[in-house]
């Protein structure tokens, strides 16, 4: 069982820059892809990023591609999304998710957080 809290949201003006926390609980942490999805108001949860368990392979959407960077830190625990250059087309609930997978319809995962919201005003 993996339980996971995402901190770091807020509002910010176009152009500007947040940093997202996700802490999780579980032995499964270090061994397991984690990942970043977003929902914005009226459309359908969608795959930002994600990272394998060791941190040696990334994957992004193309949308946010060159403007945010995924991380962890197993000793910590914890996974990361930087976003710079935030567009007000990002502004959505952001999901941390764990032990992400590969399907037949993209990525998906076996465990979430609560989600935190990003705002981006233009």
């Known amino acids: 069982q993996v339980q996971l809290v995402e901190s770091g949201g807020g509002l910010v003006q176009a152009g500007g820059s947040l940093r997202l926390s996700c802490a999780a609980s579980?032995?499964?942490?270090?061994?397991?892809?984690m990942g970043w999805f977003r929902q914005a108001p009226g459309k359908e949860r969608e795959f930002v990023a994600g990272i394998s368990w060791n941190g040696g392979s990334t994957d992004y959407a193309d949308s946010v591609k060159g403007r945010f960077t995924i991380s962890r830190d197993n000793a910590k625990n914890t996974v990361y999304l930087q976003m710079n250059s935030l567009k007000p087309e990002d502004t959505a609930v952001y999901y941390c998710?764990?032990?992400?997978?590969?399907?037949?319809?993209?990525?998906?995962?076996?465990?979430w957080g609560q989600g935190t919201q990003v705002t981006v005003s233009s």
């Open positions: 998710a764990a032990k992400l997978w590969s399907g037949a319809r993209g990525y998906k995962a076996d465990y």
């Open positions: 579980g032995r499964t942490f270090s061994s397991s892809g």
